[in-house]
């Protein structure tokens, strides 16, 4: 869930709550990992950790290479803890993800 779930805020909850989850499938998918240890604390220390801990960069997570420069700006960005910072809808996510690659195929 996004921070401003966590906090259970629903006048902050919009489309980019959706992006910001988005962005933690893609980091799985990519990663074979969460972007955040949560361990199996309580759920007060779990929202802690989603509300305030950034989320672990992808690079640390990847088992293979370095992941691409522009695939790691893309997941940061879509886990932003500050909605105003994230992509604002999700059609900005995926122009984001197919930016990226036709960048690579190039």
């Not at 990847?62 to 105003?84: I, M, N, Y």
């Amino acid at each position: 869930m996004s921070p401003e779930q966590a906090r259970a805020d629903p006048e902050a909850i919009d489309e980019r709550t959706d992006v910001y989850s988005l962005g933690v499938i893609l980091y799985e998918l990519l990663a074979d990992a969460r972007p955040y240890d949560l361990g199996r604390g309580s759920l007060r220390k779990q929202i802690e950790i989603i509300c305030s801990t950034p989320p672990r960069p992808l690079a640390e997570a990847w088992s293979r290479r370095e992941p691409p420069a522009g695939l790691q700006s893309v997941v940061r960005k879509s886990l932003e803890k500050d909605p105003a910072v994230r992509y604002q809808c999700v059609s900005d996510l995926a122009a984001a993800v197919d930016g990226w690659r036709e960048e690579e195929s190039s």
